[in-house]
Every structure is written in C-alpha cells, then in structure tokens.
C-alpha cells in the first residue's frame, strides 16, 4: 500500500513540476503564434504556426528586418505580426516603388529580398521618436501597418518570430536579413 501511495505522489510530483516549467517557459521565453491573414506572404501564410522568442529583447533592442509579434496600438487585445523597418529616431521616406531609413545624413539600403518582387506602393514619411518603430507587411499591398496607423511604441512588442513549425515540410529558423548602407 506504501509503494503505491509513494508511486501516485512521485507522478503527481512530476506533473506538477512538468505544468510549472511549462507555463514559465511559456509565459517569459517562446509563445505560440497562429499568422491569421495574408498581410506578411511569401514570408508566412495564414495558418502558419510559429514560434515567438519574447526573452531576446529583454537583454537587446529589436533590429531592423526581424519579424516581430506586437500588440496592435489601436486594440492591446489584438496581436500582429509584422517586419521592422525603421528604428528609433530615424527618418522612414517611401517612395517610387522603394524604402529608404535614414540616420542622420546615412542612408540605409534596403534591399528587401523576402518581398518575392512586390514593390511598395505609394509615396510617405516619418520621423520615429526614440522608442518608436516602423514596422510593414511583407505583403505590401495587402498590409495594415505603420503606414496605415502609425510608429509602433515599443511597451507594444511581445517578441521575434524564431521557427515555423507549421505545416511540417516548411518548418524553418528565422532571422533579420543584412541590409547595407549607402
């Protein structure tokens, strides 16, 4: 009767110790995310199951180019998911087809390969505060981003996509492309 009672507490033992380390895994580390929209194809589709990394930016600032979960700053309630563009106090210029950052009198080249020939339409302009980013669609002409609502604040990022894990032939790691400067 011992051993059995010993064998019962060791499993409850173990799935309680297995449901802790979970939910703070999950809770402070990587959290699942479901793309729901066409907003950032070819890079992920809808239905795509991701990985998000929320430990990275609590010891580095987010760069240009990572894929970053944020809450939308029109409803905290609502989670996007979108490419970084610009970073704080920089100069975001949109025009004839292209993006330009500048910091300063320095250009940054952005030669955006993940946009599978998609050009950026339009034509726009902003300066980003110190804790702003701009943040954009891979899909340009079927995003809603800080083109559409404005620079993002940066309390509002969760985290950096890290892996696709869904579907299973796509599963893949991720991270920012190089860009140069000018």
């Known amino acids: ?26 809770a402070f580390v990587v959290q699942p995310f ?23 930016y609590m010891f580095r600032e987010p760069e240009r180019g990572e894929v970053i979960v944020f809450r939308y700053p029109g409803d905290p309630k609502s989670f996007y998911i979108k490419r970084i563009i610009g970073l704080p106090g920089e100069r975001i210029v949109v025009e004839k087809g292209s993006v330009s950052a500048y910091r300063g009198e320095e250009e940054i080249e952005l030669e955006e390969s993940y946009l599978g020939g998609r050009v950026t339409q339009g034509s726009f302009e902003v300066v980003l505060g110190e804790e702003e980013f701009f943040v954009m669609g891979d899909n340009r002409n079927f995003s809603f ?7 993002l604040n940066r309390d509002d990022v969760i985290g950096v996509v890290r892996v696709r894990l869904w579907p299973i032939n796509e599963v893949q790691a991720f991270s920012a492309p190089a860009y140069g400067t000018r």
């Open 1 to 26: 009767m011992r051993k059995a009672l010993w064998s019962l507490f060791e499993i409850f033992e173990t799935v309680i110790v297995a449901i802790v380390a979970v939910t703070l895994v999950r």
């Open 34 to 56: 479901v793309v729901s929209g066409a907003s950032m194809e070819p890079t992920f589709f809808n239905g795509n199951y991701l990985l998000v990394d929320e430990l990275t």
């Open 145 to 151: 981003d800080s083109r559409n609502w404005g620079p």
